[in-house]
C-alpha cells in the first residue's frame, strides 16, 4: 500500500494582500500533486483538514481546488479528506465547500456521526450518499474525524469507543485528526491535544495522519504531521513543511518519507540594530548595508524561480522619534534592491525614552534592577552620560539618607558636592544653585521616602 498523507494547503491564502500569494498556495498544491502522487502511483491521497484557507471559497481558489482533484480523478486516485478549524461548516449550516466536493465526487469527506442515544458513531462510507466516517482502501480502514479545538482531549475518549466498535481488523487503521499537539506549539498557552490522550487512540490506530501545525514533526513513528504546503506568514519561513510518501508492508510497518522538493516562495528575515545611530539617515544606511550583503536577490534569468518575501526588523534603542524614520523608502530600495516580490519592515526598537533597563536580567536582584533603572534614567542627560554610573550611586545615597531621616541640608550638600565637579569637568559654567530650590526638592524627596517607608511596613 502507498499513500500521500497531505494537509494544511490553505487555496485561496490572500497573505499581505498579494494576488500572488494566492497563486503560491495553487502552485505548492499542483507541483505536489505532479510530484509525488501520479509518478508514484499512489493508492489513495489524504488530506487531513484545511483544503481551503476560509469558509467562504472564492472562485479562483475553487477553480484552483477543482484542478488538482480532477488530476487525481482522472488518475483514478481517490482523494480522503476531513474539515478542518479553515474550511469546516457553519455551526448553523449543513453546508460547506468540503461536503459540496464530496457530494460531486472529487474527494470523499469523513465526518463522524451520532447514534440513536447521541453517542458518537463511525459509520461506513455510503457511495450512492458520498459520505459516511470510514472509507475501506487497499487494504485501510480510513477514520475521519472533525475538527475539535480546544475540547480534542476531551474528545478522544469518545473517539476510542467509537473506534472499537468500527476497528478493522485484518485492516491497516488510518485516523485523519486536525489538532494541536503538546510540545509542538509555538503558542504555549494555546490548549492542546496531550501525548498522553493521544497514545490511548494507538491500540487502535496504525496511523494517525494530523494536520493543523504548519511544521513537520513525527512521535513514536506513528503519528506524523507533514506541515503545510506553504508558509502562511514569514513567522513560520523557518519551518519545516512539506508532505509524507508512506509505503506500508505486508506486516503493516510504516515507512514514512517526507518531501518538499517542490515549488515554494522563498522568504528571509533581516534585522537591524539601531542603537547608536545617530538619526534616521545613519539607520537608513544601516539597513541598506545589510540589504547588500545579506538579502536574497530575485534571479530574474530563471523562469522558475520566484521572488523572495523579505522583512526587516528594526531592533534596538532608537535615540529619536519613530516619526523620523522613512519607512516607505526602506521598503521601495529593498524592492529595487533585490527584485522582492514583498517587503516589509517591522519597527520593534524601542524609543530611547523608553529604553530603561533594557536586557536586564529577569533574575536580577531588587539592588540591581534599582541602580539600573537610575541609571538608564540619568544617561538620557548628555551633562552625566558619561559619569551615569557614579551619579546613579549618588541618588541611590541620597535615597538612603532620606529613608534614615538625614537632614535635606546634609541630602543637598552631598548632592551639590558630586553634581559641581562634573559640570565643572564637562567645560560647563555652573550657576549659583538656587538653594531654596534644591532645599525645597530635597525636603520633598525626604517625605516621599518616608511615606513609601512606612506604606510598605504597614504592608507587612
Known amino acids: 500500500m502507498k499513500f500521500l498523507h497531505i494537509a494544511d494547503i490553505h487555496l485561496g491564502c490572500r497573505r499581505y494582500n498579494l494576488d500572488e500569494r494566492v497563486k503560491d498556495f495553487a502552485r505548492a498544491w499542483l507541483d505536489v500533486l505532479q510530484t509525488y502522487a501520479l509518478p508514484n502511483k499512489v493508492d489513495f491521497v489524504l488530506i487531513a483538514g484545511d483544503f481551503f484557507n476560509a469558509r467562504k471559497v472564492e472562485p479562483e481558489a475553487m477553480n484552483h481546488a477543482i484542478a488538482g482533484l480532477s488530476l487525481l480523478r482522472e488518475a483514478g486516485i481517490p482523494v480522503v479528506a476531513i ?75 469518545l473517539l476510542v469507543e467509537a473506534l472499537r466498535r468500527a476497528h478493522g481488523d485484518g485492516l491497516f487503521n488510518i485516523l485523519l485528526l486536525h489538532t494541536d499537539v503538546e510540545g509542538q506549539l509555538n503558542r504555549p498557552n494555546i ?22 501545525t504548519h511544521k513537520r514533526f513525527e512521535i513514536e513513528g506513528w503519528a506524523f504531521n507533514p506541515g503545510s504546503l506553504e508558509a502562511v506568514s514569514i513567522d513560520e519561513y523557518k519551518e519545516e513543511r512539506g508532505v509524507y510518501l508512506v509505503e506500508v508492508d505486508d506486516d503493516a510497518q510504516v515507512r514514512a518519507e517526507h518531501f518538499r522538493a517542490y515549488t515554494q516562495r522563498p522568504f528571509q528575515r533581516l534585522n537591524f540594530d539601531v542603537s547608536g545611530a545617530t538619526d534616521a539617515d545613519a539607520v537608513h544606511e544601516g539597513v541598506m548595508e545589510v540589504i547588500r550583503r545579506e538579502a536574497r536577490r530575485h534571479d530574474q534569468a530563471d523562469e522558475d524561480a520566484l521572488a523572495p518575501i523579505i522583512e526587516i526588523n528594526l531592533r534596538g534603542h532608537l535615540g529619536f522619534k519613530n516619526s523620523l524614520l522613512d519607512i516607505p523608502r526602506m521598503r521601495e530600495e529593498t524592492k529595487e ?16 525614552e523608553y529604553a530603561v533597563a533594557a536586557g536586564l536580567d529577569a533574575d536580577a536582584s531588587r539592588q540591581v534592577r534599582e541602580r539600573r533603572i537610575v541609571e538608564d534614567l540619568i544617561a538620557r542627560d548628555n551633562r552625566y552620560r558619561s559619569r551615569a554610573h557614579e551619579m546613579a550611586a549618588l541618588v541611590l545615597e541620597a535615597k538612603q539618607l532620606a529613608l534614615s531621616d538625614e537632614s535635606p541640608e546634609k541630602i543637598l550638600d552631598l548632592i551639590e558636592q558630586h553634581i559641581a565637579p562634573a559640570a565643572e569637568g564637562a567645560g560647563e559654567q555652573l ?30
Open 191 to 212: 490548549p492542546a491535544l496531550s501525548i498522553e490522550r493521544m497514545k490511548e487512540l494507538r491500540g487502535l490506530v496504525d496511523y494517525l495522519a494530523l494536520g493543523h
Open 83 to 157: 474539515e478542518g478549524n479553515h474550511d469546516q461548516k457553519d455551526a448553523v449550516s449543513d453546508y460547506s465547500w468540503m461536503r459540496s466536493l464530496s457530494r460531486w465526487g472529487y474527494l470523499k469527506l469523513l465526518e463522524p456521526t451520532h447514534d440513536e442515544a447521541g453517542h458518537l458513531a463511525l459509520v461506513p462510507w455510503d457511495e450512492e450518499a458520498q459520505t459516511g466516517s470510514y472509507i475501506d482502501i487497499a487494504g485501510a480502514r480510513i477514520f475521519g474525524t472533525h475538527w475539535y479545538g480546544t475540547s480534542a482531549n476531551a474528545a478522544v475518549p
Open 431 to 460: 550657576a549659583p544653585a538656587d538653594e531654596p530650590e534644591l532645599a525645597a526638592t530635597a525636603t520633598a524627596l525626604h517625605a516621599l521616602e518616608r511615606n513609601a517607608l512606612k506604606a510598605v511596613t504597614s504592608d507587612k
Open 337 to 352: 534592491l533585490t527584485g522582492a516580490l514583498h517587503v516589509m519592515v517591522t519597527n520593534r526598537s524601542v524609543p530611547v
